[in-house]
């Protein structure tokens, strides 16, 4: 195997939210043991690498980027431990690995129909595992750096290892390698499942994803929430109160259905997006006094 080099792709086709330039090249990772080449691969490039998953927490602007895209291919889930699933073991912890680059959903489906418990709360997360882990994107209370035992990193000061939590930090929507050195990349992940049964994880599966359904525009273009909600506050609900739900500009506009999700409307631009942010962030700071922070990804 080796790392596969494409051209550079445009990242308004590359991201949920459907904005963004063209990259300089992308550099693919088809299997964990090519991340060995990618500091002299990077090196060649000379621009900056941005890792991409599944686009779904980045906003780049529409320029063309002097960035390398890089990018894991996936592979199916493994079960680690005990090698066959599980009937009459209810109960028992089961490990499984997971390629960076497979699609959350898809790791989400495979232990609902196992009847592997642990994943649920995070049904309906548009991502990567990779991203998921890097971003540790959660949701209804949960977060994906709760089910890790291990994961595969690759950086350029450490090159590949695996990494336990002794050696990460992690916080709301943050996952550091001790001593990580960016860009680094997620390549696999390890994590603890609990055996259950295939009709009752299937059942919060589908409760989460109705409670998604029904309060986050999940159809549209979108790059999920913008803001981190601010301690012991939400920044949906302030944005709402502020008058921002619906409000358009340049062909973006906050969610009618949830002030703190972005969407384009279809014909929006980066700049109208960033200048909606901006608005946005003027008035929670006058109302509130509060600096709201962005959990989106500006890529430029
Ligand atoms: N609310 C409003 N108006 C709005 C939006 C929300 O009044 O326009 C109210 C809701 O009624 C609720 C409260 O604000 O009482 C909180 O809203 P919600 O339950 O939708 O949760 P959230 O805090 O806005 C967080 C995460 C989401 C995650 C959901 C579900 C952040 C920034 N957002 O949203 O994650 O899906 O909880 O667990 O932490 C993301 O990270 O991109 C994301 C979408």
Not at 7 to 34: C, M, N, Y
Not at 143 to 161: C, F, N, S, Y
Not at 197 to 219: C, F, G, H, I
Not at 271 to 298: P, T
């Amino acid at each position: 195997m080796a790392l596969k080099v494409a051209p550079g792709p445009k990242l308004s086709e590359r991201t949920t939210l459907r904005l963004g330039g063209r990259a300089q090249a992308e550099i693919v990772v088809t299997s964990p043991e090519d991340a060995d080449s990618l500091g002299a691969e990077l090196a060649r490039h000379g621009a900056s690498p941005l890792v991409l998953g599944w686009g779904s927490n980045l906003l780049a602007v529409d320029e063309e980027l002097d960035l390398v895209v890089v990018s894991l291919e996936p592979a199916d889930p493994v079960l680690l431990e005990p090698a066959a699933c599980c009937a009459g073991q209810e109960g028992g912890k089961v490990t499984v690995r997971a390629s960076g680059g497979l699609m959350l959903p898809k790791l989400v489906n495979w232990a609902a129909k196992l009847g592997l418990s642990g994943l649920e709360g995070l049904a309906g997360i548009p991502g990567t595992v990779g991203g998921a882990v890097a971003m540790n994107a959660g949701s209804y209370g949960r977060e994906t750096a709760e089910l890790l035992t291990r994961v595969r990193i690759w950086d350029l000061r450490g090159g590949m290892r695996w990494i336990g939590p002794a050696q990460w930090n992690t916080g709301y929507r943050r996952f550091a390698p001790d001593g990580g050195l960016w860009p680094w990349l997620a390549l696999e992940a390890e994590m603890t499942l609990t055996a259950s049964s295939p009709e009752r994880v299937r059942a919060l599966v589908d409760a989460n994803l109705a409670r998604k359904k029904a309060t986050q525009p999940v159809s549209t273009a979108t790059c999920g929430c913008v803001f981190k909600n601010p301690e012991g506050l939400s920044a949906g609900k302030i944005l709402d109160e502020l008058g921002f739900k619906g409000k358009s500009l340049g062909g973006m506009c906050f969610s009618p259905m949830h002030a703190n999700f972005l969407v384009n409307e279809g014909r929006g631009t980066a700049k109208a997006a960033l200048d909606l942010i901006a608005k946005a962030r003027e008035a929670v700071k006058a109302a509130y006094g509060v600096e709201l922070e962005l959990e989106v990804r500006v890529v430029r």
